[in-house]
Nanobody, 128 residues
Framework: QVQLVESGGGLVQAGGSLRLSCAAS????????MGWFRQAPGKEREFVAA??????????YYGDSVKGRFTISRDNAENTVYLQMNTLKPEDTAVYYC???????????????????WGQGTQVTVSA
């Protein structure tokens, strides 16, 4: 069983930065594909970033709305995944969820339904 615990959310002004953390337990990150999703009120869950294994190693992917501003990374020693969020915009306001799956086929990293483990979410609010 994998447990994911997010932290680092909060209130920040537009243009500011936050770093979200996702601490994983139960499995090493080397056996997990990780993703970040977010969901704002009245909207569907949106893909933010993923860090997935392939034959050549780790690959990172980003949703179009955050590309160039957000960075996903791992600290294997801490078994923690991070989401560095820069140049935040009010439209980034959402509950952010960390997700994990052991086996990921094809290019399905951006589909919430393929992830089997989820954190409880952390609120990010960006004020104008």
């Amino acid at each position: 069983q994998v447990q994911l615990v997010e932290s680092g959310g909060g209130l920040v002004q537009a243009g500011g930065s936050l770093r979200l953390s996702c601490a994983a337990s139960g499995r090493t990150l080397r056996s997990l594909n990780m993703g970040w999703f977010r969901q704002a009120p009245g909207k569907e869950r949106e893909f933010v970033a993923a860090d997935s294994w392939s034959w050549t190693g780790l690959s990172t992917y980003y949703g179009d709305s955050v590309k160039g501003r957000f960075t996903i990374s791992r600290d294997n020693a801490e078994n923690t995944v991070y989401l560095q969020m820069n140049t935040l915009k009010p439209e980034d306001t959402a509950v952010y969820y960390c997700a994990a799956v052991q086996y990921l086929s094809g290019n399905s990293y951006d589909r919430a339904q393929v992830y089997t483990y989820w954190g409880q979410g952390t609120q990010v609010t960006v004020s104008a």
